[in-house]
């Protein structure tokens, strides 16, 4: 008999085993996806070798395209042209997908299953329950709103990562302002009411706050007129800057621009509680409290209780999302990936495998090496360990062989030989250029689209191993390891302006930016077709306002 692909619990007995499966389906491996955000879709857009069965399951039948998200809360776009339905993704592809709409709420690593349940309106009391087994488990839930457990936060605030909630926004924006309409208002709580709060002075909320204040100057107020003087916009920051993952040009364009805009932006500012009409903040000594009519809050994010649940069941501890390796998979389990927001990989460091890189650069075992032998493990080490790059570029040195010269001395001219300890010093500092990748759809894509590539050729690089030497174990590694490549980070700051971070520290703000923007995403393959078409003025010439730093 075939493989059960899908079995209903008890509750249905007449649905028994449902599987269109053949037999030939049967033996392929199984693979199931969860979650169809960045990482979900890319690996499935990507996903091209058809030995695989492949399930997705997420309880949104559509991926978002996120960075547009904002443009939802203002109406400046409607919802289907940032939406993609998963179903017309699927149905092109030559790979066996099948798409449930449900959500997972328990992974079983030790049996390789997962549960989910559906929750499509109208089954919401009898909730159909699924267990789905697989070979290989992608996990790509994407991460929650952070509300740091602070008290009212959950209960009174939006939040501004889903579809639905940016609809909830665009609604109570305008509801705020009938309310604020209505006759016999005292001029105090007309002004409560059109107090629109922003907590959170990162992308999200600097672009939110800057949508909200254009929204509120060229259309709110010619129809609104008898209200526009009670309209406030406050951004709260907890950190002394806004935009501070940004360069600090980027902030201080946008910081002045927003005191131009008369938008509030108050740093240093700590929200302790929230209740339905009031803000209680902390700021320096003392705390303040500040009557709102909407709270958005974008604080950053947070873990799903599912994954929390996991983290415990595998050994990972109380961490803030899954620890996997640089090839994706998931720390202590077996044919289990994660990816994107839920996931942070395990970076190696170059001091835990110091002794281990010696010994096999140190071909002669002569206790030392010489730049001969040091050359022939450089480019390894290099994949390997991309802080060593990063560090080199930083300290304006070309190679590593430069690195350990520089740390013997101007003694040394042409040859070098090092021994252990020297060598240690010298790469002593290398892994203080380690960082976290950010949780965004740029990294989120470029994994999916990783591990699906893995995938594709998986039983070629069975044969055929391709990824660097390993210090600590013996031999070649399947796959090259996941390398992010950054394309820039941006900043939409209102007014068509927004302000670009480019790498190599090229930092541009105008109005033409955004197309450059657009295009980042564009280029990855997303069909977000509607909403990059709407506007049909080609890219101008890109206005580079400010040069790199030198
Ligand atoms: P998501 O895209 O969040 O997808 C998670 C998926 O999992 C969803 O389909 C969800 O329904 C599903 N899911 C949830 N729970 C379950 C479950 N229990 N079982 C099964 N499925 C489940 N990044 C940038 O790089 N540039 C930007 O300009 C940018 N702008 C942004 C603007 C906003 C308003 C927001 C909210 C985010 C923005 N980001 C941006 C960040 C980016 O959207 C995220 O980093 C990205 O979505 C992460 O991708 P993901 O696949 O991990 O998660
Ligand atoms: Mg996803
Ligand atoms: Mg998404
Ligand atoms: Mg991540
Ligand atoms: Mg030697």
Known sequence: ???????????????????????????????????????????????KNPSYDVQVISPRNYFVFTPLLPSVTCGTLEPRSIVEPVRNIVRKKNVNIHYWEAECFKIDAENKKVYCRSNIAGNLNEKEEIDVDYDYLVIAIGAPANTFNIPG?????????????????RRTVIDCFE???????????????????????????????????????????????????AVKITLLEATDHILNMFDKRITAFAEEKFQRDGIDVKTGAMVVK?????????????????????????????????????????????????????????????????????????????????????????????????????????????????????YLKNKHMRTLVDLLKDSKGDAVKGSVEVNLEEFKSALSQVDSQMKNLPPTAQVAAQQGTYLADCFNRMEKCERNPE????????????????????????????????????????????????????????????????ALKM????????????????
């Open 1 to 47: 008999s075939g493989g059960c692909v899908l079995a209903f619990s008890e509750a249905k007995p007449e649905n028994g085993v449902l599987s269109d499966s053949s037999e030939a389906d049967s033996k392929k491996k199984k693979v199931v996806v969860l979650g169809t955000g960045w990482a979900g879709i890319n690996f499935l857009k990507t996903l």
């Open 467 to 530: 990824g660097p030497l390993r210090f600590r174990c013996e031999g070649r590694h399947r796959f090259h390891p996941f390398r992010y490549k950054h394309l820039g980070q941006f900043a939409p700051l209102g007014g068509e302006q927004t302000a670009a971070q480019l790498p190599g520290d090229w930092v541009s703000i105008g109005h033409s930016t955004q197309w450059l923007w657009y295009s980042v995403y564009a280029s990855n393959d997303v069909e977000v077709g509607t």
């Open 274 to 390: 929230v209740s339905d009409k009031e803000i209680l903040v902390k700021n320096g000594g003392g705390t303040s409290t500040m009557p709102y009519g909407m709270v958005v809050w974008a604080t950053g994010i947070g873990t799903r209780p599912i994954i929390t649940e996991f983290m415990k069941q595998i050994g990972q501890g109380n961490r803030r999302a899954l620890l996997t390796d640089e090839w994706l998979r998931v720390e202590g389990c077996d044919g289990i990936y994660a990816l994107g927001d839920c996931a942070t990989i395990n970076q190696r460091r170059v001091m835990e495998d110091i002794l281990a890189i010696f010994r096999k650069a140190d071909k002669d075992k002569s206790g030392t090496l010489t730049v001969k032998e040091f050359q022939e493990v450089i480019d390894d080490i290099r994949e390997r360990y991309p802080q060593v790059a990063l």
């Open 535 to 550: 506007s049909n003025q080609p890219p101008e010439k890109i206005n580079i306002l400010v040069c790199p730093e030198v």
């Open 179 to 229: 309310r604020a309409s209505l006759p016999n208002l005292s001029d105090d709580e007309r002004k409560r009411i059109l107090h629109f709060v922003v907590v959170g002075g990162g992308p999200t909320g600097v672009e939110f706050s800057a949508g909200l204040h254009d929204y509120v100057k060229e259309d709110l107020v010619r129809l609104y007129p008898k209200v526009k003087e």
């Open 153 to 169: 936060v959950a209960e009174n605030c939006h939040f501004l990562k889903e579809m639905e909630d940016a609809q909830k926004i």
